[in-house]
């Protein structure tokens, strides 16, 4: 990456702007060095600069070290040819300072070159949303998602920032690790970070917040456990690795770990809860709009309870994979057991809410409408309490690192994609657009990107988890595509169509196990939605339409649905069947081109 402009502070002395945040080193070029004695070649790099000084500002990070090289030139130094860059090393920023002392530096635009870095991981992913004002902006989306996932993947982890810690924090991981998934082909990440977190584990079964994690403690929650929403990391990103590879070796091989940690959580809640709901926190909603005095009490327990349960569907799913009967009925029977008490616990049948505090009703809402937690027959009122709770707050969020996760795709499943889209094209205070507006190249880590007393320590302007949910969704959402069984063998095609808002075409494609995935589509006066299955696949795509009676659906100019019933004969369409989504078309392997 070329820097686009100098400015120079003093002899010898200069500051550089590249045009994105990225991750990676700076070289130096040998021409730009002038040498008549031994002398040193400072760099410091940051994410902004430094108001009082006008040079890189690194004194937001706990050391000022941790983003400076130091380039010592012996006397008698003879240049290289190549670019003087260091190893072993590695920064997030923009900005670069350099300054030379005993030895001269020229400070041309020309003499330094921002060399990226990230562990190589291939892209597997690919979204386009058109060219409209609406689809410009969530391309814009797309990009800071995907180089904050590469920014965060450094150092052959999944870390929380490439700054101020370079972590491999879990809850970071967990809640960005189905977004990676579609971009990037993470398979070798995730099992080398699944097993650091397993070299990790304690002999009683517990795990840190981060790994690898050394001689901090990271244990830190009631009963000595951390917080489930981090170290649920470990079952749940074991059961997307199924999910989207059909991977199984390291459940299999990995498993009484695996289970130990789960049953510690059980025999723990049991004797510190009195209950068979475990929901250990220390840090909960992170990065909420809400002050964290308030979002850390007021959504910890609840948000450690959802993880939980999630994290026993997971394991009652993999043990029927890996054939325990025993162990997928145990754990099917505790899923139903802290369903139960999870509503007895968190939720008012009567108001149908799960806190009455409005700051945090987004994330408490979209949690256990994504675990399948809110009773059916108390859903539309869930559902439309959390619309209001949206129109409240003007189409803005509220959520932090958990609920950013979930609320997009929970309000897209439940028939507010509308409102889904409003919030994530929203341009002010807190939304993303605010972050394109102040000219984000990449996720920040709050909302304002600045230094705020109520959410310390200094935020990072690379952070990635409150991007998670926003790449998904674009996905599994607005472009429709998902697994439906491992590895892709069953893949839906779903696309969510708003005419009030949104981009007016999608294009997308997935490098799966199976082959390449694609789907696209096109509002205009017709709605045509093209696919394409690689062999040996099937799948379900969705056509969206509320008049299924009313409405004609062809397959490539041939009926295939009218007068609200299925038109058999069109070759690789077995069915169709109207559901409230709209016209269900299960289909086989190959190009198809439906359209109404």
Known sequence: IKPINVTKLGEGHFVYMFPENFVGVVGVSPAALTFSSGGNLTLKHGELLDNSTGGADVTQWRQTRFNTDIHIFPQGFKPLTGSIEPVFAWHGF??????????SFNGDLDAITGLVIHTSVEQTGFLNFGSSADGTMLNALQSIVTKGQLSNLAAYIPTDCPTREKHGWLGDAQVTAEEALYNFD?????????????????????????????SK?????????????????LPLITGWMYKYYGETRFAARNWNQIILY????H??????????????????????????????PGTGAQLAAFNYILSLDTIAELAGVLGNTDTMQTYSQRAAVARHLFL?????????????????????TSTPLAANIVPEDDIP??????RSNIVQNSYHFTVGSVGAKHLLPQLSRHGLHTSAMQIALQKTYPSYGHWLALGATTCWENYHGYPDPSHPPWPTHNHIFLCGGLGEWMYRSVAGIQPLSAGYDVIGLAPQVSKSIGPIETTASIISMRGVVKVSWQLGIQLEINALLPPTTQGILTFPTNMTESIMITESGQKVWADGKFISGVTGVSNGVATKEGVHFYITSGNFSFSS
């Open 267 to 296: 025999q723990t809640a049991i004797s510190e809860e009195g209950s068979q709901l475990a929901c250990f926190f220390t840090w909960g909603d992170w990065c909420a709009v809400a002050p964290r005095s308030e979002a850390t």
């Open 344 to 364: 007895a616990k968190f939720y008012n049948n009567v108001t149908h809410k799960f806190t009455s505090d409005a700051m945090l009703l987004q994330t408490l």
């Open 94 to 103: 923009q900005y670069c300072e350099v300054q030379a002392s005993g030895i």
């Open 186 to 214: 993470m398979a070798a990440v995730y099992l080398n970070f699944l097993q650091l977190i397993l070299d990790d584990q304690s002999p009683q079964g517990r795990l840190a917040g981060a790994v690898p994690s050394g």
């Open 217 to 233: 403690n990271l244990f830190q929650g009631k009963g000595g456990e951390t917080d489930i929403s981090w170290t649920a990391a």
């Open 381 to 386: 009122a869930v559902v439309a309490d959390l």
């Open 262 to 265: 789960m049953e510690d959580l």
